[in-house]
């Protein structure tokens, strides 16, 4: 799969706040969307929706091939085994190592360690930090963690990453090396999404741009940049 599809898609926050209104978005296995907009735009709670942290006010949301209107809450986890999620903040847990980390997710799913230690040594080798599997998260760079946070992602094979301003906390040489790693994952055909407020990213890794205004889609383009002329 590696599919989204959101159909009129509506989320009001309980005090009051309509966060999306009416959305409507289409994404193609093995494509690289950038959301876009100033901070309070929408693009969190749309990013949240897919991954099911969030429930819409209406409409309809395919990831993956589930439907989100029918997904049951113990099926939630079923869905989210197809997704990588990374995180502005990383996300990462403090007391368990880089390489403990990685392989945690495969160690809930029953996996033996053999194949636990294959998986992680071959997706920190992805990420460049195989000599970091034994030290703790905060021996680390915000760039470092980063890095741990997207093996931690990818380490399942998920056909679509979710990205919430993954370079939020980090300067933009490092910045540009996390989108180097990003634009990897894309190439061998795994859907990537990222919400962002990075111009600088954005046009220099050009890929299809959407723009969210006041919780509205205002801007679908191909090869955009992350502003447009009127
Ligand atoms: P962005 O990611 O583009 O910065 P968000 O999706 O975080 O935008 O926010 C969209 C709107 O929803 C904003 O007005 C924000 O204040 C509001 N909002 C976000 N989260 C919540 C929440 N948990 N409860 C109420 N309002 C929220
Ligand atoms: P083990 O039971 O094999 O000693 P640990 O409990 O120390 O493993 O670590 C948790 C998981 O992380 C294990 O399933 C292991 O396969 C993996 N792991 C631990 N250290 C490394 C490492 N240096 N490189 C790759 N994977 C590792």
């Known amino acids: 799969n590696g599919t989204i599809k959101l159909k009129e898609v509506t989320k009001n926050y309980p005090n009051g706040v309509a966060a999306l209104k009416d959305i409507s978005l289409t994404v193609q296995t093995g494509e690289f969307v950038y959301l876009v907009g100033q901070s ?46 990374v995180f502005q903040d990383f996300k990462l847990l403090p007391k368990m190592t880089v390489a403990e980390n990685v392989g945690y997710a495969l160690h809930v799913l029953g996996k033996n360690n053999d194949e636990i230690r294959s998986a992680v040594t071959q997706v920190l080798a992805e990420v460049g930090l195989e000599a970091q599997a034994d030290h703790f998260p905060d021996e680390l760079s915000g760039g470092q963690q980063q890095r741990i946070a997207i093996a931690r992602a990818i380490v399942n094979s998920p056909q679509i990453v979710i990205a919430d301003e993954p370079t939020g906390n980090l300067d933009p040489k490092t910045s540009a090396g996390i989108m180097t790693i990003f634009q990897r994952i894309n190439d061998r055909g795994t859907t990537v999404i990222m919400a962002t407020h990075n111009q600088q990213i954005v046009d220099e890794l050009p890929h299809r741009v959407v723009e969210v205004v006041d919780g509205q889609i205002v801007r679908d383009e191909e090869g955009g940049q992350y502003t447009h002329e009127l």
């Open 40 to 85: 309070g735009a929408g693009k969190s709670t749309l990013v949240k929706l897919l991954y099911r942290e969030l429930v819409p006010t209406s409409g309809e949301i395919t990831v993956n091939g589930f439907d989100l209107q029918h997904l049951r809450e113990r099926e939630v986890p079923k869905l989210r085994r197809t997704l990588g999620v």
